[in-house]
Every structure is written in structure tokens, then in C-alpha cells.
């Protein structure tokens, strides 16, 4: 039997694809053009006569190097998650002591403490650390703050891996670091894809931690570097949104590799 097209659902996608695509034609279209077109022509219209300059004035004046020390926090970030928060979590999943449970409810205290709340003695502390005004000094309670939310995920997926398979290989004579390697990981990839892309997004995107803990361009990041687009007489909308697409790109990258396993875990089947 040959089934009716529904054409509601299909007006419902063409109004979802028209408020989607329009912002992202808008974004694209002005990194292409001058900025006197875009000030004359409007956002929507069709640009007069196209041009790469944007992106290349981005990457001439500095934003490379934004754009290298963003990549550095985030890479260290996400070693540092992944360094931490996988035997953690199992040690929370496979312990039996009271000791363990504390732990873990230390940690998800966290979650109820914001950044902006600890930032002045964030702030003394680094200092202090005389790691102010360096990469390590942002990367450090940027991981920190990750800790809580990337624990808390890989914990719910590793306690989706059948109980069974920990008996086997226990009689098998496997120590606790080999079930760790052999069955705990590969089955967790799921969550292991979802803190990887949390971490990544949150150092990626991480804006009060570099304003208040670096000052030299040397040190400065992406989402500073974000502000020299504004001067007193307006605003270089081209040049902005050509760097706004520059700083996409990676994270957009990591998410088109690590979706079907990030979808995976957020729906609690990250070991399964």
C-alpha cells in the first residue's frame, strides 16, 4: 500500500531548515566580502565582488597565534581529563569502600560551584604558583572544572558494562589494571568521546579563565583575540564573523569524527 506524503511534516522541515541555514548563509556569506559592501549592502544581499581577505588578514594579524595557544589549552585540557578521570571513574564504579563513595560526592559538589565564584582566589593562587600569564596557568583549573561533569558521565557508562564481564575475566586471573585496559576502556567509548568533546569545547570556548589569569598577546587565546575586531568607530563585522568560522573548525572537526559515540553516551548506552 503506497503511503500519502505528509506534507505538515514537510513544511515543518523547510521552516526548521529556513531558521538553521539562514544565520549560517548570513555568517558565510560576510566573511566573503569587504567590509564597505557589507555596510552598504546589507547582510542578506549578494556580495558585489568576493574575496578571501578576511581570512587572510585574520591569520596575518595575529589571530595564528590565538589560534595555536587555544589549540595547546585545549589539547592539555583534554590530556589532562583523560589522565585523570578514566581510573577514577572506574575506581568509583568497582570500589566498595565508604571511602570511594566520598570521593565521588566531593565531586559532584563541584558541579554546584561556578567559575566566577572562585576566580579571586583562582587568581591568588596561580600567582602565587608563578604560573600567571602562561598556558599551564589556564589549563590547570580549566581541567579542574571539567573534572566533576567528565566523571559523572564516565561513571554512568562504565556502570553499563555487564557484571559478568568483570567475573570472567576475574577468573580468567586478570589483575584490576588488565580488566581496566582490556574491558573497561574499549567498552566505554562512548563516554570517553563525550568528555573528550565536553573537555574540548570547554577549553576551546573558555573565556573568563585566559581574561583573568594571562595580560601578554603571547599568552592570549581565541576568545580574546575575539575583541580587537571592535575599535571606538565600530565594529569589523567581515573580519569578526571570517574569525568566528576559523575558530569553528576544530571543534566542528571533532565532533563530525566522535558524534555516533558523544550521541551514544549521552544516552546512558556508552557501554553497551
Request: charged share 10%.
Amino acid at each position: 500500500m503506497r503511503r500519502r506524503p505528509n506534507y505538515l511534516a514537510g513544511l515543518g522541515s523547510l521552516i526548521w531548515l529556513l531558521i538553521v541555514g539562514l544565520p549560517l548563509y548570513v555568517l558565510l556569506l560576510a566573511t566573503l566580502r569587504t567590509r564597505t559592501d557589507y555596510s552598504t549592502q546589507g547582510p542578506i544581499s549578494w556580495p558585489a565582488q568576493w574575496t578571501l581577505r578576511n581570512y587572510l588578514t585574520d591569520l596575518s594579524n595575529g589571530f595564528g597565534r590565538d589560534f595555536f595557544n587555544t589549540l595547546t589549552v585545549t589539547a592539555g585540557v583534554v590530556a589532562l581529563v583523560l589522565l585523570v578521570v578514566p581510573p577514577l571513574a572506574y575506581a568509583i564504579v568497582r570500589a566498595r569502600g565508604r571511602a570511594t563513595g566520598w570521593v565521588f560526592r566531593l565531586f559532584l559538589l563541584g558541579l554546584a560551584i561556578p567559575a566566577q565564584a572562585v576566580i579571586v582566589p583562582m587568581f591568588y593562587l596561580i600567582s602565587k604558583a608563578g604560573l600567571y600569564d602562561h598556558l599551564i596557568g589556564v589549563i590547570l583549573p580549566t581541567a579542574a572544572f571539567c573534572l566533576p561533569v567528565c566523571t559523572l558521565v564516565l561513571t554512568g557508562a562504565m556502570r553499563d558494562i555487564n557484571p559478568e564481564l568483570y567475573e570472567a575475566m576475574a577468573m580468567d586471573g586478570a589483575s584490576p589494571a588488565r580488566v581496566f585496559r582490556q574491558l573497561v576502556l574499549p567498552l566505554s567509548k562512548g563516554g570517553l568521546s563525550s568528555i573528550v568533546v565536553f573537555a574540548a569545547l570547554q577549553a576551546w570556548n573558555g573565556f573568563l579563565f585566559p581574561l583573568v589569569l594571562t595580560q601578554s598577546d603571547s599568552t592570549k587565546v581565541i576568545t580574546l583575540g575575539l575583541y580587537e575586531f571592535q575599535t571606538e568607530h565600530g565594529v569589523d563585522v567581515p573580519g569578526l564573523l571570517s574569525a568566528v568560522v576559523l575558530s569553528m573548525l576544530p571543534i566542528l572537526v571533532v565532533y563530525l569524527f566522535a558524534r555516533r559515540a558523544l550521541v551514544q553516551g549521552l544516552m546512558g548506552v556508552g557501554g553497551k
